[in-house]
């Protein structure tokens, strides 16, 4: 059971947006720790997408966008590419100062 | 360019002790912003943290792992390493080292990730 909510699995065409959702709780994203977002095609290493909520490290495309109000976040990814096809994975602190990870969605692009 | 790389024996016997070892390249382990952290993949499942070190030696680790493990920090070779005794075939998993920002733990360099198999 991971600290952070995610849904199992999203799915979407080629170019049109998908989003994912991250729930957590005032002990964690509702505390105010940033939230950030992997993304892991398979066989690889996860890969920072997001950091900080909302920023992209230099080389992630703009389609790629967060968000974080409450004790949620969201990746959005518009103009679905093939490419994109991967585990997307949310991550923060707690108040004990401990990693907390989603149990992770998978990306089908249909 | 950080870069991490993990080693270790890719094959325990259940009851032993996993002992990896992360090689830090293009940065140093005692910068002070960083924490230096263990994370894993059981097979097929998502990611489980399982601590982080600092490089005076000071720990973190996840509540559900922490009697079995011992995390330490070497800045003279830019390594940390990963210890976890008593392990189960529930143990086996991707094994990551990997650095993340104290402050807001973004974790910006991963190792390639190694293969603990528990098998007898």
């Known amino acids: 059971q991971s600290v952070l909510t995610q849904p199992p699995s999203v799915s979407g065409a080629p170019g049109q947006r998908v989003t994912i959702s991250c729930t957590g709780s005032s002990s964690n994203i509702g505390a105010g720790y940033d939230v950030h977002w992997y993304q892991q095609p398979p066989g690889t290493a996860p890969k920072l997408l997001i950091y900080a909520n909302s920023n992209r490290p230099s080389g992630v495309p703009d389609r790629f966008s967060g968000s974080k109000s409450g004790t949620s976040a969201s990746l959005a990814i518009t103009g679905l590419q093939a490419e994109d096809e991967a585990d997307y994975y949310c991550?923060?602190?707690?108040?004990?100062?401990?990693?907390?990870f989603g149990g992770g969605t998978k990306l089908t692009v249909l | 360019q950080v870069r991490l790389q993990e080693s270790g024996p890719g094959l325990v016997k259940p009851s032993q002790t996993l002992s990896l070892t992360c090689t830090v390249s293009?940065?140093?382990?005692?910068?002070?912003?960083?924490?230096w952290t263990w994370i894993r993949q059981l097979p097929g499942r998502g990611l489980e943290w399982i601590g982080y070190?600092?490089?005076?030696?000071?720990?973190y680790y996840n509540p559900s792992l922490k009697s079995r493990l011992t995390m330490s920090a070497d800045a003279s070779k830019n390594q940390f390493s990963l210890k976890v005794s008593s392990v189960t075939a529930a143990d086996t998993a991707v094994y990551y080292c990997a650095r993340h920002a104290s402050r807001t733990a973004m974790i910006d360099y991963w190792g390639q990730g190694t293969l603990v198999t528990v098998s007898s």
């Open positions: 293009g940065g140093s382990i005692a910068s002070g912003d960083y924490y």
């Open positions: 070190v600092y490089y005076s030696g000071s720990s």
């Open positions: 991550q923060s602190y707690d108040s004990s100062l401990f990693v907390v």
